[in-house]
């Protein structure tokens, strides 16, 4: 099975909060990660977080990550018809240039 | 900072040529860089890991003799595609992390989007 597992789709109203979510199975994960992505583009760096942290705040996006139930969610205050993207969870095991291993993504579609 | 650009942003060609991407990182230097690649509504997959004046490591089922992977100097590295043939054709996206983060950061480049007809 997939080692990172994400919802496929999440649809919000512009001005409304989104909670994308990330499930991942690998007690050993050291860092968790949330990328974005636009149409035809790369991936953007969000935020990310420490394994032992359990919530980190970046102006409109919130890091929670559950450790005890490898949960990780991203939440976007606000939420902006230029939120709309692909989101991608990712986790990296072990230290110094450790490989990811994403998530397939999850479909964000803010509507006016 | 921490930028990644990637040349050419999309390139089409006939089966059986060759495609080079390059991969550079723009205000930093990289030992390790990272090759992805990503299918339509699929995650990405990382294929090798470049590593500068070294071999790259690749990952199990990337054949290593079609993806060719040169990491010349701190801040290029690149793929080529060899003999391409139509099921090559995807979005191939490199990624590196700036020196005195742990490595545990990765930027990535635009990507370029292969075609092979």
């Known amino acids: 099975g997939e080692d990172v597992e994400q919802s496929l789709f999440l649809s919000v109203r512009e001005g409304d909060s989104s909670v994308i979510n990330c499930t991942y199975t690998?007690?050993?994960?050291?860092?968790l990660y949330w990328y974005k992505q636009e149409p035809g583009a790369g991936l953007q760096l969000l935020t990310y977080?420490?394994?032992?942290?359990d919530m980190k705040q970046d102006q409109r996006l919130t890091v929670l990550l559950n450790k005890k139930d490898k949960h990780l969610s991203l939440r976007i205050a606000d939420t902006q018809t230029g939120d709309s993207a692909i989101y991608f969870c990712?986790?990296?095991?072990?230290?110094?240039?450790?490989?990811?291993?994403f998530g397939k993504g999850t479909m964000l579609l803010v509507s006016p | 900072g921490a930028v990644v650009s990637q040349h050419p942003s999309r390139v089409i060609c006939k089966s059986g040529t060759s495609v080079k991407i390059e991969c550079r990182s723009l205000?930093?230097?990289?030992?390790?860089m990272f090759w992805y690649r990503q299918f339509p509504k699929k995650s990405l997959m990382l294929m090798a890991t470049?590593?500068?004046?070294?071999?790259?490591?690749?990952e199990q089922g990337v054949e290593k003799d079609k993806f060719l992977i040169n990491h010349a100097s701190l801040t290029l590295s690149t793929l080529t595609v060899t003999s391409a043939h139509p099921e090559d054709s995807s979005f191939y996206i490199c990624?590196?992390?700036?020196?005195?983060?742990?490595?545990?950061?990765?930027?990535f480049g635009p990507g370029t989007r292969l075609l092979v007809l």
């Open positions: 977080i420490f394994s032992n942290m």
């Open positions: 990624s590196a992390s700036p020196p005195g983060q742990g490595g545990e950061t990765q930027y």
């Open positions: 990712a986790e990296s095991r072990g230290s110094g240039y450790s490989t990811l291993t």
């Open positions: 470049s590593n500068e004046g070294s071999k790259a490591t690749y």
């Open positions: 690998d007690s050993s994960s050291t860092y």
């Open positions: 205000d930093f230097q990289a030992t390790t």
